[in-house]
């Protein structure tokens, strides 16, 4: 095969490669992409119930318990809006009152929270970007990491 | 003392990496002697960072307390292990393995590279020389790890519980070892652009170190997914999680590029693809530690990062991005390419299967970055998960693995397709046979029955390659030893591979999980099992307290005493959980220890969750096979290395 055939060969095969990677991808973003809310900016947006996003906040101190049934009850807050939330599996070892966390679930008609997952770090120390941005956005944040109550 | 002495190494070790490159530079005019003093300064560069590294070491062994590295992440009570695995559980100890790993590749490559020509030989020392100087430079000047404290304290602030286990102990080591790996092959390509009309003969010299790098990325890869898998008590073992995809982008950038390397190796061909794949794997893995290290991305594997860091790393990677292509369009169209091959032969299949991977490999950076392009895009905090890359990048990875057969069996220059079919219609038949089992079970979807089938093809598919080389039907077994090394290395990997795809899409396809509220005595039924929780007692490790459930399995599995624990890291003030797994030929049950809930006026209850994986042991064992036939084809091709073909 000449050079020449072989730059076709090249071209033959990437451009329909690619055509069909980036419609698989186009069609899964614009399906499959989860929305971030802090607790305020889900309020305000109504997100429909149903629909598969994040919340993220802080764990409301003094606000989870373990129903009897199983799983973990708690409310999420960045200290303006707080919402109710369900898990039914067993939260991460690092799930504090006080600290970060990220429920990715989706609303119930109720207007509680039903997670399917539960997302805190493996270090105590960590505070995910989204959940700081939330923070900040609902005016309660202080510069060195420490949310203000 | 020893710490003044590490630090002093450390600069030590920068200043003759700079002189590595320097020398490596004005060598290529042709000086024997100045290339002789460029490769003493990279044996001298690992020396001094041998020296640094065995200091900081040291530091954490005698607990010295004085280093803020040290309080930071060691403790008194921790194991041995772990206060010598904790040196680089952290980053900045973590930072001063890759520079001692960078420097160990760079005298390595330059002392095993004599049958190179000296100018290319003397190009590749100084690129080496780089990207050592830039690693060393970033550990003194953004991540030193040798800083005293003022005041120090009598205690530490414990090493990550997390990150106190044996896989992750050596997770780092591994992944590290294919990282900089990959940049002793970009070495070999920026010399070989940098020079004119090199094609084959860097090629040759470089890949071995990319199979050696690829091989370590598959130990470190399947490592840090094994710990997920048992020590996160989530039942998984991969989430499609940014800094899991860091770690894959060059995995399945190196894949291409060890294969490419071959058509380059053996018939010269494709030498500008295989240095264009050179530099992007070498660029992904820079990207990966900026991903994992800046902590821009939202990860479940995230650490306490520090943003500021993220911007020198990102100035490496756009350097080595940049740079590198840059000069690979200058050059690279001047690049002898002189290989004649056929629409249909083996060279056109790897080079189908080339693009197929490049293009599945970007399909996992787009969705791994679209999270950043969507907030400085639409302002929307998103994230993208497991059903993206099912969606995209399982396809395109279905229609490589289809091909795979095809390919080994295909002759180089010229192939024809109807001896290619007559080989593998016992493969077809296996395919079929499996997707058909697979698809009989119950709550089967497509993908999996599709998924298992592809992986059936592929293990039936590697095994034929291996019949077919020893005689076909005058099959001799003597035959099959005397087969090359790198023929057995190729069959074992892609068998392994199938073995993983199997085991991924029956685990996915089939997974179960429930959780049980349990008191002392009850009984559960799960999976065919009978478990019974027969006590929880307490215990004490040896820098942690134990709460231990023992349960009792009766059923497949069985009988057995199922034993998971919470912990209680009181230093690092972190509960972890130890999940208990019991292995049959059908999957693995595993049991995880949850909270304790609150009590009415009845008996105190735990909540158990029991998850039952598939399969599981072929995704890892098939791992294992991938590292392992990548293990015989880097002795092949040692040994191949020196021979010209001409």
């Known amino acids: 095969m000449r050079p020449r055939t072989r730059r076709l060969l090249f071209i033959g095969v990437s451009v329909p490669l690619i055509a069909v990677a980036g419609l698989l991808a186009m069609t899964a973003l614009r399906d499959q992409v989860v929305f971030f809310y802090g607790p305020s900016e889900a309020r305000e947006k109504q997100v429909p119930a149903g629909q598969n996003i994040r919340l993220g906040g802080l764990v409301e101190p003094g606000s989870v318990s373990t129903p009897a049934t199983g799983g973990i009850a708690f409310r999420v807050t960045d200290n303006v809006v707080s919402i109710p939330v369900e898990y039914a599996g067993a939260p991460p070892d690092l799930f504090r009152e006080g600290q970060g966390v990220v429920a990715e679930g989706a609303f119930t008609s109720t207007g509680g929270f039903k997670a399917s997952r539960v997302l805190a770090k493996h270090d105590e120390t960590y505070m995910p970007p989204e959940v700081a941005q939330a923070l900040k956005d609902a005016g309660r944040w202080q510069e060195g990491g420490e949310p203000s109550s | 003392m020893s710490v003044e002495l590490g630090h002093f190494a450390a600069i030590l070790a920068f200043t003759l990496a700079l002189a590595q490159c320097g020398l490596g530079f004005t060598a290529v005019a042709g000086s024997p002697a100045l290339a002789a003093s460029a490769r003493a300064a990279s044996a001298g560069a690992l020396a001094a960072c041998a020296v640094a590294f065995a200091c900081l070491v040291a530091a954490y062994v005698r607990s010295d307390f004085s280093l803020v590295n040290v309080v930071a992440n060691s403790h008194t009570d921790k194991p041995l292990l772990y206060r010598i695995a904790g040196t680089w559980g952290n980053h900045e100890g973590s930072m001063l393995l890759w520079c001692l790993i960078a420097t160990g590749f760079a005298a390595a490559a330059a002392r095993f590279s004599q049958h190179l020509e000296p100018a290319l030989r003397a190009r590749m020392i100084a690129v080496m ?58 070495a070999f390509a920026i010399a070989g652009l940098l020079g004119e009309g090199a094609g084959r003969d860097w090629a040759r010299a470089a890949r071995p170190w990319a199979i050696a790098a690829w091989c370590f990325l598959t130990v470190g890869i399947t490592l840090g997914s094994y710990w997920a898998y048992y020590e996160l008590g989530w039942g998984g073992y991969w989430f499609w999680d940014p800094v899991e995809n860091a770690s894959f982008m060059p995995w399945l950038a190196g894949a291409a590029l060890v294969h490419s390397s071959i058509v380059t190796a053996r018939r010269g ?18 990207l990966g530690a900026f991903l994992v290290r800046s902590g821009i991305l939202t990860s479940v594997h995230a650490f306490a990062v520090d943003p500021t860091r993220g911007a020198a790393i990102l100035a490496m990677v756009a350097a080595a991005g940049i740079g590198g292509l840059a000069l690979y369009a200058w050059k690279a169209p001047k690049a002898a390419d002189d290989a004649e091959f056929d629409l249909l032969s083996r060279e056109s299949a790897l080079v189908v299967n080339n693009l197929a991977l490049t293009v599945s490999c970007a399909t996992v950076l787009v969705g791994t970055l679209y999270p950043l392009f969507a907030e400085y895009v639409f302002g929307a905090a998103v994230s993208v998960g497991p059903p993206y890359f099912n969606l995209t990048f399982a396809p395109l990875m279905a229609a490589v693995m289809l091909l795979i057969p095809a390919a080994t069996l295909s002759a180089w220059r010229r192939a024809a397709l109807a001896p290619v079919a007559r080989r593998l219609w016992v493969a077809g038949l296996a395919a079929v046979a499996v997707a058909v089992w697979v698809g009989l ?50 069959a074992i990997a892609h ?23 349990m008191a002392v005595g009850d009984t559960v039924l799960f999976q065919g099992a009978r478990i019974t929780l027969e006590r929880v007692e307490a215990d004490e490790g040896p820098n942690f307290y134990i709460d231990r459930a023992v349960l009792r399995l009766e059923g497949p599995g069985g009988p057995r005493l199922l034993m998971p624990e919470r912990r209680f890291y009181p230093a690092a003030n972190q509960p972890t959980g130890e999940v208990a797994i019991t292995s049959t030929l059908r999957g693995d049950l595993y049991v995880a220890f949850g909270e304790t809930l609150s009590q009415g006026d009845g008996p105190m209850r735990w909540s158990m969750r029991f998850y039952f994986n598939p399969l599981i042991n072929f995704v890892f064992g098939g791992a294992l096979l991938i590292a392992l036939g990548s293990a015989l084809a880097l002795v092949s091709a040692v040994r191949n290395r020196q021979v010209a073909t001409p």
């Open chain 2, 129 to 186: 020389g780089i990207v050592t100087a830039a690693s060393l430079a970033y550990l003194l000047f953004a991540s030193n790890p040798f800083l005293r404290i003022a005041d120090p304290p009598l205690q530490g602030a414990d090493l990550n519980p997390l990150l106190q286990d044996p896989a992750l102990a050596l997770h780092p080591p591994f992944l590290y070892l294919g990282y900089v790996g990959f940049s002793v092959v970009f």
């Open chain 2, 269 to 286: 061909g494709l030498a500008a693809w295989t240095a264009l794949l050179a530099i992007i794997t070498f660029t992904l893995c820079l």
């Open chain 2, 441 to 490: 079970q119950p709550d089967a979807a497509l993908g999996p029955v599709i998924g298992a089938g592809v992986g059936a093809w592929l293990v039936a598919g590697a095994v034929t390659d291996l019949v077919v080389r020893a005689g076909g039907r005058g099959f001799r077994p003597q035959a099959l030893v005397r087969l090359p090394l790198r023929v057995h290395g190729a």
């Open chain 2, 495 to 517: 068998a392994g591979l199938g073995l993983l795809a199997i085991g991924a899409c029956v685990e996915l396809g089939f997974r179960r999980e429930q959780m049980s509220p």
